[in-house]
């Protein structure tokens, strides 16, 4: 089957990753805009040229995966900091809705952001004024909301009165004047979801608070969803950067008329009740969204299963990846983690499929448990292994690669548990912060601006990713052998990398 993709930024964890995925089924061809027509970070995409790139190869298609983020605004960060006027709203709208006339029997798959609202100051991915007043923008509208809602308590009050008093008006103006319009996008979406337009749409929250902007606006799109009883064809979950995998997921999911069923293993009693950071609901109802998202289904059996996910979850406080040295007890006392890769083994052992979503920390894996699975010899046997970002970037992910992966080409699966070991627990949990420390500021860089020397970063973390690789998985990939690994900072700054692998049968 032909899929177009069209990702929500040029990102490699929206590029590569769904396409590192899409590899492992000999049945799917994943189609991707021409680079060309990408934007970098806040510079938006060419979305004229790319929905003409939409349009010339339809015709061939079976399916497509649209960002409505992509196509109307050129990219996730173009979405917050554009000046876009109302007529782009009914330019898209009818763009789609004539599209849909021309290849009626084409589905859309859609994703469209609700947009986030940071708790802190910073113009990294926001307008240039989040630098200095972005948590006050922030608190304003979430102690607004929250008066609103239950009530403030006196110190709350005094600090709402004192934000309101300094915060330059302008700025509130045209931060909120961008997200009346983003929400016309997001109710006119549900419009085309319920005229058969769209398909499916999924409406992933990034970054999302119990009140504030973004709850605001979830609860306008919630009430409308509501109102046109869309509940099946448009879900609304926390997450983001892994949209473009679950749409895949479901996708593949429709075309093969199945619904894979997923059994749940934890490896804390607490584990499913926990609300991980940067998400507003515990785990255990994002795994159920992210599961019907992808057309899948949850069992209560492992016998019924045809994929074992094994969620690693904190004890009972959670932390960021590269906080593991100094990591809270209830990590060990509230948590088992010989028990639950015990439990993996066995499956591996029975002939399951076993994927592991390693969401213990946020923003990288959980060097325990990578250890303990290298020492039971069962690390490379596994379908997927994913520990990247937030708890819900690492599930969808996950989730797609077990349905995806299922039968499928044995060298691509083993090249992606290398991939996501490097990137998500060598790089984002041990090596970024290191680097941080110890290079970056010896050639007086940031975190956020590489300047001129991306390339020595680059160079200095392969390096440490081939030491780090060789020193620490001992019993792991025995029969592949990495020939080529290098990496790249896509948006000039040390969050993500990218990585290019080369590997070799022995």
């Known amino acids: 089957m032909r ?29 991707l ?46 979405s917050r900091i554009h000046y876009l006027s109302e007529g782009a709203v009914e330019k898209w709208v009818e763009r789609l809705r004539n599209f849909h006339q021309q290849y009626p029997a084409l589905p859309i798959y859609a994703s469209n952001m609700i947009m986030r609202t940071p708790k802190y100051s910073s113009s990294d991915e926001e307008p240039t004024y989040y630098e200095e007043w972005g948590r006050e923008i922030f608190l304003h509208a979430y102690l607004e909301d929250k008066q609103n809602v239950s009530g403030l308590t006196d110190d709350e009050t005094a600090e709402l009165i004192a934000i309101q008093q300094k915060l330059p008006k302008q700025y509130v103006e045209d931060y909120e004047n961008r997200r009346s319009f983003n929400l016309q996008i997001n109710q006119s979406m549900l419009d085309l979801v319920k005229d058969g337009v769209i398909s499916f749409l999924a409406i992933p929250q990034d970054d999302s608070a119990e009140y504030g902007y973004t709850a605001r606006d979830q609860a306008i799109v919630v009430a409308k969803r509501e109102q046109l009883r869309l509940y099946h064809n448009v879900h609304i979950y926390p997450g983001a950067d892994e949209v473009g995998a679950t749409l895949l997921t479901r996708i593949y999911n429709t075309y093969h008329q199945k619904r894979p069923r997923i059994y749940p293993i934890w490896s804390s009693i607490l584990g499913p009740q926990i609300i991980p950071m940067y998400e507003d609901r515990p785990f255990a109802e994002s795994l159920k969204a992210h599961v019907l998202a992808s057309g899948c289904q949850l069992v209560d059996q492992a016998e019924e299963a045809d994929i074992i996910l094994a969620y690693n979850t904190p004890g009972r406080v959670m932390q960021e990846a590269w906080d593991q040295g100094k990591k809270d007890i209830t990590y060990s006392s509230f948590r088992n983690l010989l028990h639950f890769v015990d439990q993996i083994a066995s499956y591996v052992k029975e002939g399951k499929k076993v994927v592991v979503a390693d969401s213990a920390y946020a923003n990288g894996g959980d060097s325990q448990l990578i250890t303990l699975l290298d020492e039971s010899g069962i690390l490379d046997k596994l379908l997927s292994y994913k520990g990247w970002n937030t708890n819900c970037n690492t599930l969808g992910t996950t989730i797609a690669q077990g349905v995806i992966g299922m039968g499928g080409d044995q060298t691509v699966i083993q090249q992606n548990l290398i991939y996501h070991l490097l990137d998500d ?70 969050f993500e990398c990218g990585i290019e692998l080369e590997t070799k049968t022995t």
């Open 3 to 31: 899929i177009i993709y069209t990702p929500i930024d040029e990102r490699p964890c929206n590029t590569h990753v769904v396409e590192r995925i899409a590899a492992t089924a000999k049945d799917i061809d994943l189609l």
């Open 33 to 78: 805009p021409p680079k060309t027509l990408f934007g970098f970070k806040k510079q938006p995409a060419d979305t004229d040229g790319m929905w003409q790139w939409i349009q010339r190869v339809a015709p061939e298609i079976d399916a497509i995966i649209l960002s409505i983020d992509m196509l109307v605004y050129g990219g996730l960060l173009p």
């Open 425 to 494: 627990y060598f790089y984002q949990a041990e090596i970024r912060m290191e680097m941080l420390a110890d290079f970056l500021a010896a050639h007086h860089l940031s975190y956020f601006d590489l300047k001129d020397k991306a390339n020595l970063v680059n160079e200095e973390r392969n390096k440490r990713l081939w030491r780090r690789y060789n020193d620490l998985l001992m019993n792991s990939f025995k029969g592949l052998k990495i020939e080529m690994l290098k990496t790249y900072a896509p948006w000039n700054r040390m």
